[in-house]
Structures are given as structure tokens and as C-alpha cells.
């Protein structure tokens, strides 16, 4: 009796926790959900005719929308803040939208301003200062064009 209280025990701690994993590290979503995020860097490239082009898109953004951040929030909602410089003083200060995980937490999905509508990035990078993500739009109709957007953002 003792030999099999011991193995069930034993299997239900193999099966507890994940090979690695911290019990009391946080969650990705409390990771996400307890700081702001600011984007520190954007690059996007480009492929046309076989031809591939980078491109800094953090330079082309205004100093004015370069303080701008998210707010994720626990319940899946988030704030678009346009930060303490706004470009345009007609602007909402803040932009509600939603995000959420899919494909078990490697791909976050972020609302637009268009209701409804989603952008699914993929998670390249993410600890407690650092959210990397990249999304890739592919043109069709029997194209080989691509352009891919990396974005990183940093905790504050």
C-alpha cells in the first residue's frame, strides 16, 4: 500500500509542473499585464521581386508618438496612451482596445483602432523588461512579396 501511495505520488509530482518551469515565476500574462510597454525599436523588411529592403521604422516615428504606450490589462482589454507629448491636442489621450494569447502563448494578438479587427504577432522575446514581436503580411494572388514588422517594446 505504502509502495503504491509512493509511486502515485511521485507521478503526480512529475505531472505538477513543467520540466523547468518555476511554480512561482510569473505568468506570461502577469508579466504582460504589470508594467506599461513603450516601443524602443521597429525594423521592417521587405521583399519584392526577391529583393529584400530594411527599413528603421522607429526613425521615421515623430518624437511626439515616441513616449506614446500600452496598458495590458488582466482582462484582456488594453489602453493605448498617447504619453505625456501628444502630436495632435484633438487626439484621444487614450485608445481602448483588447489583445489576447493564441497558439498556446507564442502568437499575442493586439486590436487596432478598427473595431474588431486584430493583429496576430508572434512572441520572439519575452521577460520582465523586453516584449518582442513580429508579424509578416504576404501578398497573394500568386505572389512572392512579403514585408515583416518587428517590434520591441520595453517595460516601465
Known amino acids: 500500500m505504502k509502495k503504491n501511495l509512493l509511486l502515485l505520488l511521485f507521478c503526480i509530482g512529475l505531472t505538477a509542473c513543467k ?3 518555476d511554480p ?11 508594467n506599461n510597454w513603450r516601443l524602443a ?3 521592417v523588411v521587405s521583399v519584392s521581386k526577391g529583393v529584400s529592403t530594411t527599413v528603421d521604422a522607429y526613425a521615421t516615428i515623430p518624437a511626439c508618438e515616441r513616449d506614446n504606450f500600452i496598458r495590458f490589462r488582466p482582462d484582456q482589454s488594453m489602453v493605448y496612451d498617447e504619453g505625456p507629448t501628444t502630436c495632435n491636442p484633438t487626439f484621444s489621450q487614450t485608445v ?5 494569447w ?13 473595431v474588431g479587427a486584430t493583429v496576430p504577432y508572434e512572441v520572439i522575446e519575452f521577460t520582465a523588461g523586453t516584449l518582442r ?15 515583416t514588422e518587428e517590434r520591441t517594446y520595453q517595460a516601465f
Open 19 to 21: 520540466k523547468g518551469q
Open 24 to 34: 512561482s515565476a510569473p505568468s506570461k500574462t502577469e508579466l504582460l499585464t504589470t
Open 41 to 43: 525599436a521597429s525594423t
Open 96 to 100: 481602448t482596445s483588447s489583445w489576447n
Open 102 to 114: 493564441a497558439d498556446n502563448e507564442r502568437t499575442l494578438a493586439l486590436g487596432t483602432h478598427i
Open 133 to 147: 514581436l513580429r508579424y509578416t503580411l504576404r501578398q497573394y494572388f500568386g505572389g512572392t512579396d512579403s514585408s
